[in-house]
């Protein structure tokens, strides 16, 4: 009797325990879903680093046509590049558009800065550099693209503070505290669930479980008329 208590009682005890277990495996399993989730990069980022990356290409496009309409590819490259001249040259325009292109592309896509410095720092280098440019330079006396590339660089350095700072930040701050309300509900849910035990508990198998029923009454009463028919005597 004492072992088969404490056998019930290990069972107990260890169901228990697989219980616990289940639980903290299913709220790591939880948490682990959950980081990896954090690791993805939102869509709304997404589209900002695309929005990045058609600014470096629409400015390099502009930057191309302008140097094949005034008289080549390879004479105004080295006309701009080569002999450089910060009056004349578009050069300079190209590499604010790379600069822009590789700090954004850096800060919100590599790091995943959740934060508006970088920005910030790239549109005032962009809107300075700009302004001094059209001021001192003589771009405006060399047709259509002294004003075209000046103005498509400070209106696109401009669209990605705003998608940045009206969309993207705000955004993902919503997102991140809505997972962190769903995060802890599942957690209190799991911790929540009680470890119920079963009704019926494997008790171990005793010697006395194993017995022999009793002989049936109609089988005593045919020995019994055997037995009358033998100690008849014979005729």
Known sequence: MDSQC??????????GGVGNINSTVISSRIESYEAGEKKCISD???TFCLFVTFDLLFVTLLWIIELNVNGGIKEQLKK???????HKSFFDIFLL????FAALILAYAVCKVRHWWAIAITTAITTGFLIVKVVVSKLLSQGAFGYLLPI???????IETWL???KVLPQEAGDEISENQISNYRYLSVQSVPDREPLLYPGPV?????YSPPES???SDEDLDDKHDLEKPIV
Request: negative net charge; aromatic residues 16%.
């Open 206 to 210: 005793s010697e006395g479980q194993f």
């Open 152 to 158: 498509i660089s400070f209106i696109l350095a401009w």
């Open 97 to 100: 558009a790379v600069f822009r």
């Open 80 to 86: 701009e590049v080569l002999e450089y001249d910060y």
């Open 164 to 166: 940045l700072d009206f």
């Open 44 to 46: 709304v980022r997404r």
């Open 6 to 15: 404490s056998s019930s009682v290990g069972s107990r005890a260890t169901l």
């Open 217 to 219: 009454m109609a089988d």
